[in-house]
């Protein structure tokens, strides 16, 4: 604070001193605030952080959740498909695709092939997409069960993420990742078996003569729906 003093000398001339005060109270509070700045603003700036990485977290999880529900219905719609002539994602490329196997193939078929190229698919989608890497890639497994009357392929992913302050919690004995993992199983819809079947219906049906029997026996039908048509006309 700034004072003025007005005193008289000996002479009887007016003098004016000017003293400064200072305010110990003031400089003492702004010391204050800045040690409590310095304490609390890292600890904000963590918590941030933390939130921010939980919030990729998550969307780790969506990502896997939902990239294995997409590999699961295409995989079970182009499981009767050559592994060779598809695409994961286009779906059938050329028509070699279509191979050519016996009827009911599928029973004793070998299944490692279209196995393999589903995992490594959606490891390849997984790990472009990702935010955040995992810590040793993604784990996924293709389980395939065939019970004769339906068919069934399911995808299960895994992948490890470290924990922030992870050397923290392995301090204290706790596991220092966070397992995230996605599952999703479906029936199998195999247009070419289903094709197979009726083709292979539709050729006993002709071959055995109950074509010929049927129409002789739907004929006065036939011809009494046709005269109700024409009166209807």
């Known amino acids: 604070m700034l004072m003025h003093l007005r005193c008289q000398n000996n002479s009887g001339a007016m003098k004016i001193r000017t003293f400064f005060i200072s305010h110990p109270e003031k400089t003492e509070i702004s010391g204050a605030v800045t040690v409590e700045y310095a304490i609390v603003f890292p600890v904000v700036i963590i918590c941030v952080m933390v939130l921010v990485y939980l919030g990729m977290l998550c969307y780790q999880q969506c990502l896997m959740q939902s990239a294995v529900n997409e590999y699961v219905q295409d995989q079970a719609f182009l499981w009767g498909f050559a592994p060779d002539g598809i695409d994961m994602k286009a779906g059938i490329k050329s028509k070699d695709a279509y191979i050519d196997e016996e009827l009911y193939w599928h029973i004793f078929t070998d299944v490692d092939k279209r196995k393999k190229k589903a995992v490594q698919s959606l490891q390849y989608e997984l790990m472009s997409k990702s935010v955040i890497k995992p810590h040793n890639g993604f784990d996924v497994e293709v389980a395939y069960s065939n019970f004769l009357v339906y068919k069934k392929i399911g ?6 993420y470290p924990l922030p302050f992870k050397g923290l919690f392995e301090l204290f004995g706790l596991p220092g990742y966070v397992l995230i993992e996605a599952y999703d ?21 002709d071959e055995s003569g109950a074509k010929d029997w049927v129409k002789e026996k739907c004929e006065p039908l036939v011809s009494t729906l046709q005269k109700i048509k024409k009166y209807i006309r």
Do not use: G, R, S, V
Not at 155 to 160: G, H, S
Not at 185 to 201: C, G, K, R, V
């Open 155 to 160: 995808i299960n992913a895994k992948a490890m």
């Open 185 to 205: 199983e479906t029936a199998i819809t195999d247009p070419q078996e289903f094709m197979q079947n009726i083709d292979y219906l539709l050729q006993i049906y």
